[in-house]
């Protein structure tokens, strides 16, 4: 039971990690219909800048990891997708799988290919007890989190004006710009909003490691894109919970498979999700005929 | 010659009212084409302050390119495309909405998911930095919901759930809350019931007697002419006719009108 | 549109056969002279011309079902995968396979043929999958297919790595793979799969395949069913995939399932999206072209005598580079350097042919 409970929790942060994930792409692609591959990249450069500042000085390491996300997904804002914007989506996909390969190599270039260590909050790594159940204090906190950043951004999305016409244009672009809804403002906020998202992510996943290496955001990302697609990226509430599936799938097959199966729990969850795509091409909880657009 | 209607209660009006006023939009030539295919083929007309201009014709006709073109929301050319004197070629629809320029497009386009008080507040973000203030607003507000009483029934409910006709007051409400000099509506009557289409139009009137320029583009001929001051008859891109309210009752030149003859 | 042109230009039309002619007549023209130069540079000419066959060949098979879909596949890899696992386990020989792959299936350890024919049996394995898979994910457009792709890319070298039935175990690598097509054979099975895409794409099914192209809501409307061609076009698609994934063992000779990864995909994604993504000439140049910087920067990369100063690229700028085209192709020319249209007889006025996107 005890052991039942833990799980249930660490799977729930697993979910939690790669909710936060989808959260951020999704909220870009409502906005640009831009699937952000390169959104992995985000996180690695927090997580760089978390690694490499934490051991200075962690206050400031987890601010200038919020700083470097929000600045590294505009950058990437104004300096390609800016340019791309009248283009298809599957021509904005291809373009951020370019530009997340292209990060990788210069961080590479910049950091090397072997990862870098250090303890990130080292005092979340323990367990507590909870009346008789252990729990992993980082799960905990991952939960906390997560559940505090999609409160915020579902306040900011309907109680802001900016955040409104945030919803506004990721409904429908070409009125919300007739209603004077500032179109590169609107895009700009996002991809912040999605870089401090990213930072978020990244803090949780260098605690739980401790290291990072030039690839390090592709995975959450990854599962991250694949949830928000199977959940249903053209709405953001379907998006966060396709992550947090896929990140629950994910933990409990890992603790449930028996071990000579154990191996293929990422296949089981690839298949799950060409299962959920071919059953329901518009995700699990579009709202039937939902209106497509491509 | 057209005769301007006189306004003293506006300032701006006041001052020009003896000769004759500069047009709010000022459209010569103006063509749009989409690929190869030529969708409006120099189309010259113009707006004077307060005025109600209207523009009919059949489907195709490049009635909403025109529209789409003035709202920045389609590339056109022109010899001149002019707004309170400043051009509108090469802006961007967000500029030209927040410069006090309000189109309802066609099919009205609220935001179903969304309230019906969240749209409203909407239209309120072109309005952003007009001099009139909170107490202004809270004004147009209040006005905007005594034109459409249905709305202010329906302000928490999602928009998607309002009927059509009560999406369409919806539309020109959020556009009117903006405090637009120039409203354009892109055939506000298309699918409603004939009393929803009465209310649009008498709308349409309060608006244009608050002082508010109007074009309004319709199918309705007969509606649309006898409350304009001009009705341009729009075919195959072109102007190929000018009408006046009096004509609103000769049913013979409106039937020729619309089919083009 | 062809006809109009030609009129308003006042000029004697070509004959259709010779435009036509023309646009297989362009690949494999270009690829038989690059192939003759690149053999004659050096060495290291030679070696990368290898790899340029084998992704010329998985490019190829990539842009069979890309091109006249309309439908992006992020996991084509997967069918490279099957490709380069049936050749290695056709070709390495027992006792080899006894050692590095102590678990596998009875029937694959004593399988063995010929490099040719395991080449053929590649194609026909890699062409099943495809056929199965396609059944069950030919009707998801979008960014959807392109996660559906992706995913089965990632299942496949789950199962790969991990099954020690099919394979080593995960981590170590198949070994021992004679080297028996030289660049002379290589050379014809790509030709021969270029004249394989040409044939498909002038086959009934591929052009109603296109015709649902460019509008995906409108084509079943009009009675085509596109689901059934776009099974066909993956099917084919897979197995030319796969016969890239044969040559590819043969060329590199180590095989591992991780090196079915994110690099290799974007590498071919960026040949065919820089070269173009709607036609076989698009495929065929970006290939090339993309291979050619390659080549140059991988100079560069360990230092180039360039008049007395030598020239040097950090390790890994390669990518860094390819990425940076890809992205400046996608903002200045996104339908590639050929705009996506087939080769064009040079010596007369513009021929529109039917392969070319209609616009």
Known sequence: MTSFLQA??????????????????????????????????????????????????????????????????????YAVFSWLRSQSAATLLIASFGLSILLQRIYEGIFGANVLSASVASGLSTSVNLGGVRLNLLSVVTIVLAAVLLVGVQLFLTRTSIGLQVQAASADFRIARLLGVR??????????????????????????????????????TLFGLIGAVIGGLRNLRGAVVGGFVVGVALSLLTSWLPPEINPFRTAFVYLL?????????????????????? | MPEYPTMPE??????????????????????????????????????????????????????????????????????????????????????????????????????????????LRLGE??????????????????????????????????????????????????????????????????????????????????????????????????????????????GEGRITMTLGPADATDAELLAKAYLGS | MMRRDRK????VPVPEWVGDAWTIAAPLGLLYLVTAVASGVSSSARVDLGYMLVNLVIVVGLSIFVSNSGVLSFGHLAFVAIGAWTMSLLTIPVNMKDSIMPELLPVLRDASLPPLVAVLVAA?????????????????????????????????????????????????????IPQSLDLQSMLVIALLMVVVAWFYSRSRSARLLRASRDDITAAPASGIHVTKHRIIAFAISGAVAAVGGALWAQTNRVVQASQFNLDFTFTTIAM?????????????????????????????????????????????SRLIIVGLVLIVVLILRPGGLTGGREARWPLRPKLALGLSRNS
């Open chain 1, 8 to 77: 249930l929790i660490d799977a729930t942060s697993a979910g939690a990690v790669y909710a936060l994930a989808a959260l951020g792409i999704g909220l870009v692609f409502g906005v640009l219909r831009l699937a952000n591959f390169a959104y992995g990249e985000i996180i690695t450069a927090s997580a760089y800048t978390l690694i490499i500042v934490w051991p200075i000085n962690p206050v400031l390491a987890v601010l200038g990891a919020a700083v470097v996300g929000v600045a590294v997904a505009l950058l990437m804002n």
């Open chain 1, 273 to 294: 999700v060409i299962a959920v795509l071919v059953l329901r091409p518009n995700g699990l909880f579009s709202a039937g005929a939902g209106k497509v657009r491509t």
């Open chain 2, 125 to 234: 973000v072109a309005r952003h930095g007009k001099g009139r203030g909170k107490e202004g607003l809270a004004a147009t507000r209040e006005w905007v919901l005594e034109l459409f009483p249905i709305l202010r029934e329906f302000l928490g409910r999602p928009a998607g759930l309002l009927s059509g006709g009560q999406q369409q007051q919806l539309a020109i409400a959020r556009a009117l809350l903006s405090e637009p000099r120039l409203l354009v509506l892109d055939e506000p009557s298309l699918g409603l019931s004939p009393t929803a289409i009465d209310t649009v139009f008498e709308a349409i009137a309060a608006v244009q007697r608050a002082g508010t320029a109007v074009l309004l583009v319709e199918q309705r001929a007969q509606q649309t002419v006898a409350a304009a001051a001009r009705t341009h008859v729009l």
């Open chain 2, 10 to 119: 506006s300032p701006e009006n006041a001052a020009t009212s003896s000769a004759r006023p500069e047009p709010i939009l000022d459209v010569q030539n103006l063509t749009v084409a989409y690929g190869g295919v030529t969708a409006v083929a120099g189309v010259t007309f113009h707006v004077g302050p307060g005025e109600l201009v209207g523009i009919i014709g059949p489907n195709g006709a490049g009635k909403s390119s025109t529209l789409l073109a003035l709202a920045g929301a389609v590339r056109g050319k022109a010899d001149r495309l002019t707004f309170e004197g400043t051009s509108l070629l090469g802006r961007k629809p967000e500029q030209i909405a927040r410069s006090g320029f309000a189109l309802v497009p066609e099919g009205h386009h609220i935001f179903g998911a969304l309230s019906v008080s969240d749209n």
């Open chain 3, 272 to 316: 065919l999206v820089i070269g173009g993504m709607f036609s076989l000439w698009g495929a065929v140049v970006g290939v090339i072209v993309v291979s050619v910087l390659n080549h140059v920067l991988g100079l560069l990369e360990s230092g180039l005598q360039l008049g007395g100063v030598i020239v040097s690229l950090p390790s890994g």
């Open chain 1, 183 to 220: 179109s590169g403002l609107v895009i700009a906020v996002t991809f912040a909003i999605s870089g401090f998202i990213a930072a978020a992510v990244a803090f949780v996943l260098t605690v739980q490691s401790g290291t990072v290496g030039p690839s390090f955001g592709v995975q959450p």
């Open chain 3, 8 to 11: 308003a230009q006042g000029l």
């Open chain 3, 124 to 176: 026909v394995v890699g062409g099943v999958v495809a056929l199965l898979a396609g059944a069950a994910l030919m009707r998801l457009h979008g960014l959807e297919a392109g996660i559906a792709t992706f995913a089965l890319l990632m299942l496949v070298v789950q199962v790969l790595t991990y099954s020690t039935a099919l394979g080593p175990r995960s981590g170590q690598s198949m070994v021992g």
